[in-house]
């Protein structure tokens, strides 16, 4: 079996005030998994680059896998970053690029070339633009819906996974009143005329047009949300964090959200768990 984990950690898991209660909490979480991550995506490892990564390399030891160089989000100041760690008793890495087409995504994107299991397999890991719809999709076309199906290259079994800021195609539509009017351009499609539309899904079905599949679609039972625990003017529940699959060597036996106390208190997005044989 091999597990796929994505959590977006908010801030890298300090607080303002410097505290690191949540990034203690977060390790805790994420080491009680059993069985643990074969692969990790880590979205908004903040100021994990100070000291030489020391947070991040923390992280790996304390989970008993490998770090990879991450990517630095092209806008902002600088202290942001994407990450992917994987456990080298069961995967090794064939090829890595960090950070794929930099300077054309808010964020970055991440691809490892794997053996995982005995299976080639394609792994991506990003953090999608939360600036607009538009934003999103743009960046879903450069490469992400490339590898949705057989690229030259490129293994035939792949998994996709992160804070993809977009909403699930099973979400249904939001209460639009409990957000706050000036959040909606973020999230709503933006008309040609300047008004908004219901929630931009336009990246997603891009996606699974282009042949990723959500494993939600082949579970009997919906997993939870991953977002709408956390700031009182965004209360309601979403699906924002992903895993895509693709190809006949990726078959997923479970996938969920890890909905706890303790995940709800450490993070403002909670982690997504994929197993697969």
Known sequence: MSRYVTYNVFNGGIDADGSEHRRKEQIQILASLDPAPTVL??????GWHRDGWRRLHELAYALGMVALHPVTSHIGDGENATALLYRPSTAKVIAYTPGVGIGKFHHGLLRARMEIDGRDVLVLGTHLSPANGAAR???VGLWMSDYGGSFPGMPDNAVFMGDFNIQSIHDPEQDWATVPVNLHPRYRAVRSDGTLGEADRAAMRVLLDAGWTDPDDLMSTPRAATVGHWY??????LHLDHALIRGPGIRPTAYWTLDTKATR????????????H
Not at 232 to 237: F, G, I, L, Q, Y
Not at 265 to 276: E, F
């Open 41 to 46: 995506v880590i979205q908004e490892a903040t």
């Open 137 to 139: 999709l743009a960046e």
């Open 232 to 237: 009182k003017n965004e209360p309601t529940p």
């Open 265 to 276: 208190a450490a993070s403002d997005h909670l982690p997504v768990i994929l197993d697969t």
